[in-house]
């Protein structure tokens, strides 16, 4: 490492260690603010005195210079002087925009105390009201965000309530779960909700989607069960429209409510019935067939979707939508479950047999969200002598973690200034662990954990197993920045680094589909020949090169390996070894035999510190267009280069990158749903500058990153293999 690189490191270290004073990030408050006829940007950013840029930073649909629509509801941020004021003025007037405009008096108020990392949307679903209806009695709402152990005033209704039912248990079967079961699969085989399945199984839990091979699940029968006297062949989904009642659902499709109850038994736990909730109403076809994670993947239908876009996503015809769900006659209805052919590809991914929508999080942001993060990393002040520059830069230059840390929380604080920017609300603790598995504890111990959205960090295995295990006394995620080999035992942990394994899959299904005829050679020390071995299997002509291997020397027999190849065909040689001799020895030999006559490609499964040794020449793996999985792409100068080199003074390094992308990726997600866990399942596939996240849950062993990328050497470059 040069001096250049030794002072801008310092430079970083100094800068981080300012923030480390500091420690915490403070939110940003907001209210909002209806426009009213006659009004402009320039009077209402005097009305709250801020700028006119700072509330478009926050309203991007506004168009500086342009006429504001009136009733137009704008995010006014605050400053700390103006919070009191305008919750003061929102006490004494009333919203003019009234999302529910017909809503009843209420007939009176209770008491409700916020609970730790409550929202506002969860406990307006919990007292079965809107989140609008919860501001308009607590005003202080409308300037600042929800907070632990706040008091509010519930507003309570006349609820009118079905009819106590007897559930007849003849109306229903038990059904036996396979392997092969989901839990969108047996909706959609039942003609039921998800949330009907939770309503009559209890036991399934509500924040994950796991289903025990061989357990029992309670469901309505189907084919040829009887319902009010007739023969039920098969179910289709109904909408419920506002002011729907028992008596016109009777008369529309002649079921008692009995009998409708019985079918829908969410109408029962939710209190009667509500505008947009999906019925299970029975019809006489017939649909065949087995409905399974061997056949099919499944699609929920989303709210204002219509036949053009969902035939558009799902790269199919509504023809062929039709004969695979024969319900689809009567419309689409939002919360159907439809399935589509395993096989099936579109505008789309695919997780745990579930269709996914490519989501995108900067639009899915909802202000008022507020994430509290823990960054926990060896900082080592207890090492650097910061007021000694020539030794906090001997430190610094001599150290990987302090290398690995200053690099992530560059990049990271770089990430908070974009989400600052946005409007995103988060509250930021940093700690030094010292790489030191005592003083983890010690801040542990001095730590309420139950405080956190999500804890990132440490580095090492044994803090990392700690923090793991004390977090998931609160169900707090904590996310690992860095690949680490000790098994943590605990399903709250997000291994944000794609495995060894991940990444070698990877490339072997990529390479299985570029394979025509080409003539395939693998050249494996001894320590990778369970790799030789997964090649072969996949790759069964392969031809396999011998090694041999002495203490201080590995050799190979260039007449030998030159007698492989083709002249016919192209060649394909892997190399899988940690070994940088050997790595530059067979890349300088097969460099050579690739000429106009015989022409060869390099590859390899993973690509391993041996790799990057200099003895190894570029230009040699340049000609042989030698391609690898990566967890990491190459970045050019874009926006976080920019504002990276313009808060640091330095170009960031594969480390900042990495902590800008996964803090972003982190607390995008938090913006959307303060819940780590549940966004996971819902979110798929993401991607920023340098790294791309997909977590997908292993059973109790925590969420795996399964994104990664291949690239390749060309004309001196390393760049991104785009696969169709």
């Known amino acids: 490492m040069g001096i250049n690189m030794k002072l801008e490191l310092k430079n970083i270290f100094f800068a981080i260690i300012f923030v480390l004073i500091g420690n915490t990030i403070n939110a940003q408050k907001f209210t909002t603010h209806a426009v009213k006829r006659g009004e402009s940007l320039e009077t209402i950013a005097k009305q709250y005195k801020v700028s006119q840029d700072d509330i478009l930073t926050y309203n991007k649909e506004l168009q500086k210079n342009k006429p504001l629509v009136k009733s137009t509801i704008l995010v006014i941020p605050l400053s700390p002087k103006r919070v009191e004021q305008v919750a003061k003025t929102k006490t004494r007037t009333t919203v003019e925009k009234d999302e529910n405009p017909v809503q009843e008096e209420p007939i009176g108020f209770t008491s409700y105390k916020v609970r730790k990392k409550e929202t506002l949307y969860g406990i307006a679903k919990r007292f079965h009201i809107t989140e609008e209806l919860i501001k308009k009695y607590n005003p202080s709402l409308y300037a600042s965000t929800l907070k632990k152990k706040m008091v509010l005033r519930i507003p309570k209704y006349k609820r009118v309530k079905p009819t106590e039912i007897k559930i007849n248990e003849d109306d229903y ?16 085989k039942y003609g039921i909700t998800i949330d009907s399945l939770i309503v009559l199984n209890p036991r399934l839990s509500k924040n994950n989607t796991h289903l025990a091979e061989g357990s029992e699940l309670k469901l309505p029968k189907i084919a040829g069960s009887s319902v009010g006297g007739q023969q039920v062949q098969l179910y289709k989904s109904y909408t419920v429209p506002a002011g729907q009642t028992f008596y016109s659902l009777e008369k529309k499709f002649g079921f008692t409510s009995e009998e409708l109850i019985t079918l829908n038994p969410e109408i029962k736990e939710r209190g009667g019935l509500k505008e947009g909730m999906v019925l299970r109403i029975p019809e006489k076809k017939v649909d065949s067939g087995v409905v399974n994670t061997d056949n099919y993947i499944f699609y929920v239908v989303k709210p204002k ?66 994430s509290k993060i823990l960054f926990l990393l060896p900082f080592r002040l207890d090492k650097v002598d910061v007021s000694n520059k020539q030794d906090a830069i001997k430190k610094i230059s001599s150290r990987n973690d302090l290398k690995y840390s200053l690099g992530l929380y560059s990049g ?23 790489l030191d598995l005592q003083k983890t504890k010690d801040i542990l111990n001095a730590e309420n954990l139950e405080d956190y959205s999500a804890v990132i960090g440490p580095i090492d295995g044994a803090s990392l197993k700690e923090v793991c295990s004390q977090a998931n006394r609160s169900n707090v995620p904590v996310v690992a920045p860095f690949p680490v080999k000790n098994n943590m035992g605990h399903n709250n942990v997000f291994f944000s680094y794609p495995s060894d394994e991940v990444q070698r899959e990877r490339m072997l299904v990529y390479l299985e589909k570029k394979v025509d005829d080409e003539n395939i050679i693998v050249i494996a020390d001894g320590d990778n ?25 590995v050799a190979i027999n260039i007449e030998k390996l030159t007698a492989l190849f083709s002249e016919e065909v192209g ?20 460099n050579s035999i690739n000429t106009k006559d015989v022409s060869v490609k390099m590859f390899t499964t993973n690509r391993n510190k041996g790799f990057e040794n200099d003895v190894i020449s570029n230009v040699h793996l340049s000609n042989l267009n030698f391609t690898y999985p990566s967890a990491y792409k190459e970045i050019s100068t874009n926006s976080f280069v920019k504002q990276y080199r313009k808060r640091f003074g330095d170009t960031p390094d594969k480390y900042a990158v990495r902590g800008f992308d ?31 996240f997909n977590y997908v849950k292993k059973g109790n062993q925590g969420y795996y990153n399964n994104a990664s990328y291949i690239m390749s050497y060309d004309d001196m470059r390393i760049k991104q293999i785009k696969e169709e």
């Open 662 to 692: 996964l803090t972003y990726d982190i607390l995008l997600k938090l913006a959307y749903k303060n819940n780590l866990f549940a966004v996971s399942k819902v979110v798929g596939s993401t991607e920023y500058n340098g790294n791309s």
């Open 173 to 188: 079967e038990t059904y036996l779960v396979s392997a092969k079961d989901t839990r969108w699969s047996i909706a959609h």
């Open 571 to 590: 060649n394909w040689v892997f190399v899988e070894t940690a070994n940088p001799k050997l790595i530059s020895s067979v890349s300088s030999i097969l």
């Open 412 to 434: 990271a604080l770089v990430a908070l200034d974009s989400l600052k920017k946005l409007g995103v609300t988060v509250d930021v603790k940093t700690l030094d662990n010292q």
């Open 529 to 553: 020949k369970s790799i030789e071995d997964k090649i072969v299997t996949r790759f069964p002509e392969a031809k396999i090169v011998e090694i041999k291997e002495e203490k201080k020397n």
């Open 305 to 370: 979707q219509t036949e053009f876009s969902l035939t558009r996503k799902l790269g199919v015809s509504y023809r062929e939508l039709l004969v695979l769900n024969p319900d689809l006659k009567d419309g689409l209805k939002a919360g159907m479950v439809l399935k589509l052919p395993k096989s099936q590809t579109g505008d789309f991914e695919v997780k745990n047999s579930l269709v996914l929508d490519k989501m995108n999080l900067l639009d899915s942001i909802v202000v008022g969200n507020t």
